[in-house]
Structure formats: C-alpha cells, structure tokens
C-alpha cells in the first residue's frame, strides 16, 4: 500500500534562516505530489503541488519543492521564513484508481518560528 | 469564485447520538472528498463522491456514511457516536475525479463527542 513519511514531528527556526521540510512516499509509480499548509482551527490550503515535468516545482508564499525520483523525495523549501509560517505542514500523495479524489498524508510537520 | 464551504463549523453531540455535516463544493466541481482528522491517527480519507455515486471509500466502520446531491453538495453521516469520533472533518472538493485535479479543502466541522 501506499505511504507517506514525513520524518521530523516538529522543526523550529529562526526568523529570517532557511527551510526544508521532508517527505517521502512509497509507491510503485509516480504519483501526484502536494504540499498542504494548516494553521490552528482551518481547513488545508494548497502550497504547491507536482504531476509531471520540471521536477522543481514554485508555490505560494515563496514556497519551492524538488521532486527526486530516485530518493522518493518531495521535499519543502524556503529560502528565508516569515513568522507567519508557523503553522503545520502536511505532504500527501494522490492515488486512485481514476485521478486525485482520494489523497494519502504524512503525519505532519510542526514549524515553529523564533525570533 | 466561493470556496468549499462546511457547517456547521462547531458541533458538540453526546454518545450515540448520530449527525450529518455538510459539505458545498467550489461552483463547477463535481468530486467530494471527505477527510477525518485526529491527533492520533492524522488525516484519513473517509470517501468520495462523484455524481451522486460514492467511488471510492476509505477504512471506516459502516456507522460512517455520506451521500451527493443533484448539485455537487455533499453530507456526510456518522450513526451511534463514540467518543473516538470526536475530530476535525474536512472535506475537499475538485473539478472531476481523474486528470491533473487539485483538491481544494474547506475549513472543517469539529465534532466533540461526550
């Protein structure tokens, strides 16, 4: 069956440093990749996400991932963090039989921000 | 153009009890998704619907149920509530169910079961 790993619970950065977040997934394909973002008490809203092409895809908020084939890896970057990153994040993986309509999820990452 | 709207956004019920939560899509989607997510078992896929027919279904007991209407609208059912139930329930909508679609979340129902 289908996973996602997202291997840190909880990051904690400076404001201002850089940012990577991890994922990686298990399956036999290549499968449509996202990045979502949850901020306490909402819904999930899309930071990027990857279905073929350029491995190196641009999100919102200056947000950026790499796709790696080899290292089954769909790994989150920013350059430079905001304090108004701080919130949860959550990889998935779109897998079905027809298209997207069911997604499978990491756990989470929590990003906490210092100033 | 509207996002994926839920209510009620807060209900509280007590053990068996049951309740319907409801989903509407962004106008021109076709496909609801539901999601379930707790503390400890994260965000699990509860089912899908696409033209009134559930597609596609994730591992939850029979006690959880949904259905679709004529305009993409979609409730979701949970008979004889138990207090594991208590959770976040997003539900996401996309234009269709197949193709290089996207889904868009709305901002969740929590249910609190006593």
């Known amino acids: 069956a289908q996973s996602v790993t997202q291997p840190d619970i909880h990051i904690t950065v400076s404001e201002g440093a850089s940012l990577e977040l991890r994922c990686n997934y298990s399956y036999g394909a290549t499968p449509y990749l996202f990045w979502y973002v949850q901020s306490p008490g909402q819904g999930l809203q899309l930071l990027l996400k990857y279905f073929s092409g350029d491995t190196l895809v641009q999100g919102i908020k200056g947000f950026e991932a790499e796709f790696k084939r080899s290292q089954s890896s769909f790994n989150l970057r920013k350059p430079s963090v905001h304090w108004s990153d701080a919130a949860e994040y959550f990889c998935a993986v779109g897998i079905s039989n027809f298209g997207n309509e069911k997604l499978t999820f990491g756990t989470g990452t929590r990003l906490t921000i210092i100033p | ?114």
């Not at chain 2, 209510?7 to 962004?26: A, D, E, M, N, W």
């Not at chain 2, 021109?28 to 619907?49: D, I, K, N």
């Not at chain 2, 559930?54 to 591992?59: A, E, I, P, V």
């Not at chain 2, 679709?68 to 008979?79: A, L, P």
């Open chain 2, 1 to 114: 153009k509207a996002g994926v709207t839920q209510t009620p956004r807060y209900l509280i019920k007590t053990r068996g009890q049951q309740v319907t939560l409801s989903c509407s899509p962004i106008s021109g989607h076709r496909s609801v998704s539901w999601y379930q997510q707790t503390p400890g078992q994260g965000l699990q896929f509860l089912f899908e619907y696409f033209s009134e027919t559930q597609r596609n279904k994730g591992n939850f007991p029979g006690r959880f149920s949904g259905r679709q209407f004529s305009n993409s609208r979609s409730e979701m059912n949970v008979s004889t509530l138990e207090l594991g139930d208590s959770a976040l329930y997003l539900c996401a909508s996309l234009p269709a169910p197949w193709g290089e679609e996207t889904q868009y979340f709305g901002p969740g129902t929590r249910l609190l079961v006593l």
